[in-house]
């Protein structure tokens, strides 16, 4: 029987996309911008990943530190819509200029 050693990157970008939409945004673009892999880098960068942002239910602080300081900045002219409580506004709007969003959906707004 023959075995075949098949790698993730080994796979058509087409298969990764499938793969990678079964996925929150957030997560895709946490782990794989900046992970010195150029592929993948720019495959987590379609607006497909960068459009609409949800943040809701993110409460790993080493996870949001990184968007802000990150990440953001890096996809900031593809996001069109954030998704997040009110206690993220402030940083989100600090952290770069949005040339593109259109919609703000504010969760736990009296909380």
Not at 30 to 35: G, V
Not at 77 to 104: D, G, Q
């Amino acid at each position: 029987m023959n075995r075949s050693n098949v790698h993730l990157l080994d796979l058509p970008n087409e298969i990764l996309l499938i793969v990678l939409r079964k996925l929150n945004n957030i997560d895709v673009l946490y782990s794989l911008l900046d992970i010195n892999n150029g592929p993948l880098d720019i495959l987590a960068q379609e607006k497909m990943f960068t459009n609409i942002l949800n943040f809701v239910h993110t409460d790993d602080i080493s996870l949001i530190d990184r968007f802000f300081t990150n990440i953001l900045p890096r996809i900031n002219h593809n996001i069109k819509c954030f998704i997040l409580e009110p206690v993220l506004l402030k940083r989100i709007l600090l952290a770069a200029v949005y040339p593109n969003l259109t919609e703000f959906k504010l969760f736990n707004f009296e909380q």
